[in-house]
């Protein structure tokens, strides 16, 4: 029992990182093809200005997966991380890069340097969720077994490579409409239409590669597909059918700031409708949730920890994400420091 509910907090975290970090990963992926210094200014400035205030508190999601994992279920994290150690090794090089590029490029003056930075920072943001969607296919289609060592069939297969291609797709989606609003926010209409299209089309590439993933995994992952297209699964997939609707819909309208949950109901709708798929399995069909999860009592802390855990930092993450999205935390520019500082000598 205890398992199976950790299983489930685990695919949570697995929809929450996907939601929160992916939005974060998708500016990126904007700021990538947002062309050359002078074309992409206004592009990267609204990235910027959007990103600094949430971008480190999403990787909690990150810490929460990776925690519940090596914690609750060590034989599912020994063969995961065993099996396919250089896509999530890639995934973990690209998650600091990134950061430390969007972190450094800011406070530099030179443009050489900034070109640098943000060109660290944009590649990572493409690459990391590409390796982390390629290792969610390779657990999807069972390549990961008691015996499996690292190679790349694990992860270089045809639902691995579709996984990845679906995250990089989903974080684009994610990162457009968040740009959209966040355009609105700043008053910016002319960004406001550049995301919204931006989003239309991302949108347009989850839809055709979700329907080759779902084509492709009849023969490369059959349990996953069936998950899919019966029972809790295929409820998930057809919510995460409508939101793709309501998303098209809401971009289209004047005003289309809850664009931005109906497009997190298309990542975690999909994020979930693989979740329920695999059942009764972590890695279909060779490791069942009960044989992969650990002691009774570590798993019976696990849920304490993570409980009080969520008591503490849920509510803050969610104060925070509200704070941002209504332009509470925006920083002060120059003209109001100096402001403050002559009303501090007044």
């Known amino acids: ?41 206004r592009a ?37 991380f065993t099996a396919m150690w250089l896509p999530l090794a890639l995934a973990a ?23 640098l930075y943000g060109a660290m920072f944009a590649v990572s943001s493409l690459l990391t969720p590409f390796f982390l969607g390629a290792a969610a296919g390779g657990v999807a ?12 069939d694990a992860w270089a297969n045809p639902t691995s490579l579709l996984f990845g291609l679906l995250a990089v797709a989903a974080t684009a989606l994610l990162g457009a409409v968040f740009l959209a609003a966040d355009a609105r926010r700043f008053s910016a209409p002319d960004l406001d ?32 597909w069936h998950g899919l297209t019966h029972g809790v699964g295929l409820v998930f997939v057809i919510v995460a059918a409508v939101a793709t609707l309501a998303t098209v819909w809401l971009l289209t309208r004047p005003s289309a700031d809850r664009s931005r949950v109906s497009a997190v109901g298309v990542v975690a709708s999909a994020v979930l409708a693989w979740g329920m798929a695999q059942r009764p399995y972590l890695i279909p069909t060779s490791l069942t949730v009960a044989e992969g999860a650990g002691a009774h009592t570590t798993l019976r802390w696990l849920g304490l920890v993570t409980l009080v855990a969520v008591v503490l930092v ?23 420091l100096r402001r403050g500082g002559a009303r501090d000598e007044g």
């Open 1 to 41: 029992m205890i398992a199976g509910v950790m299983a489930v907090v685990l695919l949570l975290a697995v929809a929450a990182y996907a939601c929160g970090g992916g939005t974060d990963y998708g500016a990126g992926f904007w700021d990538l093809i947002a062309g050359g210094a002078e074309r992409g200014k």
């Open 44 to 80: 990267r400035w609204l990235i910027d200005h959007a990103m600094a205030p949430v971008w480190e508190v999403n990787n909690v999601w990150l810490i929460f997966v990776l925690v519940i994992m090596w914690t609750g279920f060590p034989v599912f994290f020994q063969r995961v």
């Open 93 to 115: 090089v690209g998650t600091v890069l990134r950061g430390a590029g969007f972190a450094l490029r800011k406070p530099l003056t030179r443009l050489a340097g900034r070109r």
């Open 141 to 152: 289609s069972g390549r990961v077994t008691a015996g499996t060592m690292a190679s790349t």
């Open 193 to 224: 239409g550049y995301f919204r299209r931006r989003a239309l089309a991302a949108l347009a590439v989850v839809a055709v590669l979700a329907v080759i993933t779902l084509v492709v995994t009849h023969k490369d992952a059959p349990h996953v």
């Open 314 to 336: 849920l509510p803050a993450v969610v104060l925070l994400y509200w704070l941002d999205t209504h332009g509470e935390l925006e920083g002060l520019t120059d003209a109001e």
